[in-house]
């Protein structure tokens, strides 16, 4: 039983093969020759790859100056170094700093002064790359704008979200049942869809997902970090920890294999609970006693929660990974399919603890 992180993908290999090359990764054009400027600027912290500019690059193009499709992917042997404040990526999207609580940057189209928001990835992360490809176009992923090919790194551009859903619920301390339905009901449907097309999410979580509207009542994927394609789509075994520690399954802690999709329907228990009740369902100082909480499996649902949201709080927040309803089956579940008419519920008034991206 293999997936992406034990070989990686080849999904992408024509990606790593396509300066000079005319390969195109499924729908996505590609452009090449196009050259990547870089600035010079003082020193910053970055989170994963450290990038520098160490001056900047001057070139002729006739194409530099002609704005590129959605979804292309721009290539160039000098676009990477070891730290950086502020960088001009092809000529057009200039980059600042990360923004609070993110792993993106903020980054700015200087042709069109539009705001967009830039992920740094290895060049070979397969499995993040072979799943926004898979999903790019689905209404409830957000898609790629543009690809910037690197010679060690990926910069990927995403249009600017209004907000992620964990800033959300925290400053609204706890949702309301009827509004908690609707947002979940749309992060249940992404994680239905990444599990049929073979994709684990792992580190699932409220800031994973994002507002597409400033109305703030559409939710889309941020990205696919952290998420594994799987070679075999019914065979969903891994054996490497991540995730968040509040979200982590009580399986993951164990030694061992353990699945990836029954690991994500943990974390949407973790999700839901946290979204009705405003507080994780486990919680304690110090990782070693959360990590003894969740293995142990025992929480406190409060009185302010419905019967039907209690039981499919329950039903996703079960030791036994065999024993969580599924997300083929999870929107059939009544809490997602019925009203609640009569259900009067009590004032909670907990909030939404503060929670480290890195953790």
Not at 5 to 25: I, N
Not at 66 to 90: F, H, M, R, W, Y
Not at 91 to 103: I, N
Not at 203 to 212: G, N
């Amino acid at each position: 039983m293999q997936n992406v992180q034990d070989t990686p993908a080849t999904r992408l290999q024509e990606v790593e093969k396509q300066t000079g090359s005319d390969v195109q990764a499924q729908d996505m054009p590609v452009m090449m020759d196009t050259v990547i400027k870089r600035i010079i600027h003082t020193r910053c912290d970055v989170r994963g790859p450290r990038i520098t500019t160490t001056g900047s690059s001057t070139a002729n193009n006739s194409n530099s100056d002609k704005p590129t499709q959605p979804g292309t992917v721009i290539s160039d042997q000098n676009c990477d170094s070891d730290c950086l404040e502020s960088a001009l990526v092809a000529d057009k999207y200039q980059l600042f700093e990360q923004a609070v609580g993110s792993s993106l940057y903020r980054c700015i189209d200087v042709n069109t002064n539009q705001e967009l928001v830039c992920k740094i990835v290895l060049r070979d992360n397969y499995s993040l790359m072979s799943a926004h490809y898979r999903l790019d176009s689905h209404p409830r992923v957000q898609s790629l704008h543009e690809v910037v090919v690197g010679n060690r790194y990926l910069y990927l551009v995403f249009p600017k979200a209004h907000g992620d859903l964990h800033s959300y619920v925290r400053h609204r301390k706890r949702l309301r049942e009827s509004e908690a339905k609707k947002l979940f009901r749309q992060i249940a449907e992404t994680v239905q869809l990444c599990h049929q097309n073979g994709i684990v999410l792992r580190d699932l979580k409220l800031r994973k997902f994002v507002f597409a509207d400033s109305e703030q009542t559409q939710l889309k994927l941020e990205s696919f970090e952290d998420a594994v394609v799987l070679e075999e789509p019914e065979s969903d075994w891994l054996h490497d920890k991540r995730g968040c520690p509040a979200y982590v399954s009580p399986e993951i802690l164990r030694t061992g294999h353990y699945s990836g999709k029954g690991a994500d329907m943990w974390s949407l228990g973790v999700i839901l609970y946290t979204m009705i009740v405003g507080r994780y369902p486990f919680n304690d100082k110090g990782h070693t006693n959360l990590f003894a909480r969740i293995s142990s499996g025992s929480f406190v649902i409060p009185e302010c929660v419905s019967p039907r949201a209690r039981c499919l709080i329950r039903s996703l927040l079960r030791r036994e990974p065999s024993e969580r309803v599924s997300s083929e089956d999870i929107l059939l579940h009544p809490w997602l399919t019925k009203e609640e008419r009569d259900w009067v519920p009590r004032a909670c008034d907990q909030m939404v603890p503060q929670c480290s991206l890195y953790d």
